[in-house]
């Protein structure tokens, strides 16, 4: 599934969201991947402004950033009701 997700963003040109294994923590970057390659990927970190190198094997989970964005919207409106 992560392959997938990764694909999307290269193909679509849309940011996804990813949970990566950095060294001893846990941490949520939005991307948008720009190559694939056999270990690594190559993407803009969209919150740092920077091009990066993430290595696939410490990548987590990866969704399109839409949902993560919709799901939280729900959330909040549920908090109000």
């Given at each position: ?27 949520k ?27 696939k ?23 109000e009701?």
């Open positions: 599934m992560i392959d997938y997700v990764l694909k999307y963003s290269l193909i679509e040109h849309k940011p996804i969201s990813i949970i990566y294994m950095k060294k001893f923590e846990i941490v970057r939005n991307i948008q991947v720009l190559k694939i390659e056999n270990k690594v990927i190559k993407a803009i970190d969209i919150d740092k402004k920077e091009i990066r190198i993430f290595k094997d410490r990548i987590l989970s990866a969704m399109d950033s839409r949902h993560v964005i919709q799901h939280n919207e729900t959330k909040n409106k549920n908090k009701l």
